[in-house]
């Protein structure tokens, strides 16, 4: 079992030859995408006033995110011109004269761009997600001196026995979890008001919150209303959690979350018809873009082998990874918006991308094992 684990000299080979043009590939493609981010350093110490180093930090937390999504770039970059330099130099000819199969030559290559799609999905899933708070926590407190929490934050849940509920705070104290100013309407079934209570804050306790210093006005069915201005607490259930309330009011776009924080947010009830379309894909997706390194190694295999001897290597082979990658994510954005519109098929469309252009390298590559 170890010694079928071990890489042969074949394997060690390739893999060699692999991460110099995937290192290249990856500062390229991570200097095309940071430029914006770059200039965002200017304009937040320009427009915003912001310390140089807080602009910088801010920077530094972005790159999470980039690499994230330039790691399958960098793996299609990498490949294409590794092949491409062994093609050229008719390496690829000799191995396969020596006796040993297409395939089992790119076996390495596959197996790097697998674990490469791993990697991206745990810097996905733990390390973007984390990046992205202390980005966020920087541009709150030291650019902008306010707080994320300091915002409208709306909640509605259904009632027993029918109508809803809907509770909106203008704040939220993270140290005690307590919403602050609240104003909590009810409604019955018809959709008529039947409860306002207005209070200075909310406190989580025992699954449920207590609110504190509450008026509250009673819309009675005779149309009468019944005033109470000084009632001292008030249980009520508002239907979500403080570490649901937490996550949904840090973070507004769901492909800065972990696919966790996402599921989590979808259970809260608290979404939209058009905000739970967007996450759901987006939880699909992220699940499946990761593999897009595997993906594109495949792809790769076929088109670097196409180069013949000559120069220009390298420019043709970023010119044709920009062109993959390019019809790739057209691709996933068509099937994005297919996803959205036809829920119950989220997860197979996230998929679609990676299922067409699989099979077209995997046909590519069994065409190039047969000359």
């Given at each position: 079992?170890?010694?079928?684990?071990?890489?042969g000299i074949l394997d060690r080979y390739v893999?060699?030859?692999l991460s110099g043009p995937f290192l290249v590939g990856l500062l390229a493609f991570t200097s095309l995408l940071a430029a914006n981010e770059i200039?965002?350093?200017?304009?937040?110490?320009?427009?915003?006033?912001?310390?140089?180093?807080?602009a910088i930090e801010i920077f530094l937390w972005s790159l999470p995110s980039?690499?994230?999504?330039?790691i399958p770039m960098a793996m299609l970059l990498g490949t294409l011109l590794m092949l491409q330099r062994l093609s050229g130099e008719s390496e690829i000819i000799a191995m396969k004269a020596g006796g040993i199969a297409l395939m089992r030559i790119v076996l390495p290559i596959l197996a790097c761009g697998l674990v490469m799609s791993f990697v991206t999905l745990a810097m996905q899933e733990w390390v973007q997600p984390f990046a992205q708070d202390q980005s966020t926590e920087i541009e709150n407190t030291v650019i902008k001196h306010v707080s994320a929490f300091n915002r409208d934050l709306t909640v509605t849940a259904p009632l027993p026995g029918g109508g809803r509920q809907i509770s909106v705070a203008t704040g939220y104290d993270t140290t005690s979890q307590a919403l602050l100013n609240v104003t909590l309407i009810q409604y019955d079934k018809a959709n008529a008001p039947t409860l306002v209570a207005f209070a200075n804050?909310?406190?989580?306790?025992a699954n449920q919150w207590n609110l504190t210093d509450v008026s509250t006005y009673r819309f009675n069915s005779d149309g009468t209303v019944t005033q109470q201005p000084h009632t001292p607490s008030l249980v009520v259930a508002l239907g979500e959690t403080p570490s649901g309330i937490m996550q949904r009011i840090k973070h507004d776009d769901p492909e800065q979350m972990s696919r966790s924080q996402i599921a989590q947010i979808i259970a809260s009830g608290q979404l939209t018809e058009n905000q739970i379309r967007k996450y759901v894909m987006t939880y699909q997706e992220k699940l499946a873009r990761p593999f897009a390194c595997f993906v594109f190694a495949l792809l790769a295999v076929p088109f670097g082998m196409r180069q013949t001897r000559g120069g220009g290597n390298a420019s043709l082979g970023f010119g044709l990874a920009i062109g993959i990658v390019f019809i790739y994510y057209v691709v996933a954005t068509i099937c994005s918006y297919f996803g959205e519109a036809l829920l119950p098929t989220a997860m197979f469309w996230a998929?679609?991308?990676?299922?067409?252009?699989?099979?077209?390298?995997?046909?590519?590559?069994?065409?190039?094992?047969?000359t």
């Amino acid at each position: 079992m170890t010694r079928s684990l071990r890489l042969g000299i074949l394997d060690r080979y390739v893999i060699s030859e692999l991460s110099g043009p995937f290192l290249v590939g990856l500062l390229a493609f991570t200097s095309l995408l940071a430029a914006n981010e770059i200039l965002n350093i200017g304009k937040l110490i320009t427009n915003d006033h912001a310390p140089l180093w807080a602009a910088i930090e801010i920077f530094l937390w972005s790159l999470p995110s980039t690499t994230v999504l330039v790691i399958p770039m960098a793996m299609l970059l990498g490949t294409l011109l590794m092949l491409q330099r062994l093609s050229g130099e008719s390496e690829i000819i000799a191995m396969k004269a020596g006796g040993i199969a297409l395939m089992r030559i790119v076996l390495p290559i596959l197996a790097c761009g697998l674990v490469m799609s791993f990697v991206t999905l745990a810097m996905q899933e733990w390390v973007q997600p984390f990046a992205q708070d202390q980005s966020t926590e920087i541009e709150n407190t030291v650019i902008k001196h306010v707080s994320a929490f300091n915002r409208d934050l709306t909640v509605t849940a259904p009632l027993p026995g029918g109508g809803r509920q809907i509770s909106v705070a203008t704040g939220y104290d993270t140290t005690s979890q307590a919403l602050l100013n609240v104003t909590l309407i009810q409604y019955d079934k018809a959709n008529a008001p039947t409860l306002v209570a207005f209070a200075n804050k909310a406190d989580f306790e025992a699954n449920q919150w207590n609110l504190t210093d509450v008026s509250t006005y009673r819309f009675n069915s005779d149309g009468t209303v019944t005033q109470q201005p000084h009632t001292p607490s008030l249980v009520v259930a508002l239907g979500e959690t403080p570490s649901g309330i937490m996550q949904r009011i840090k973070h507004d776009d769901p492909e800065q979350m972990s696919r966790s924080q996402i599921a989590q947010i979808i259970a809260s009830g608290q979404l939209t018809e058009n905000q739970i379309r967007k996450y759901v894909m987006t939880y699909q997706e992220k699940l499946a873009r990761p593999f897009a390194c595997f993906v594109f190694a495949l792809l790769a295999v076929p088109f670097g082998m196409r180069q013949t001897r000559g120069g220009g290597n390298a420019s043709l082979g970023f010119g044709l990874a920009i062109g993959i990658v390019f019809i790739y994510y057209v691709v996933a954005t068509i099937c994005s918006y297919f996803g959205e519109a036809l829920l119950p098929t989220a997860m197979f469309w996230a998929w679609v991308p990676n299922l067409l252009f699989s099979f077209f390298g995997l046909q590519r590559v069994r065409m190039a094992a047969m000359t």
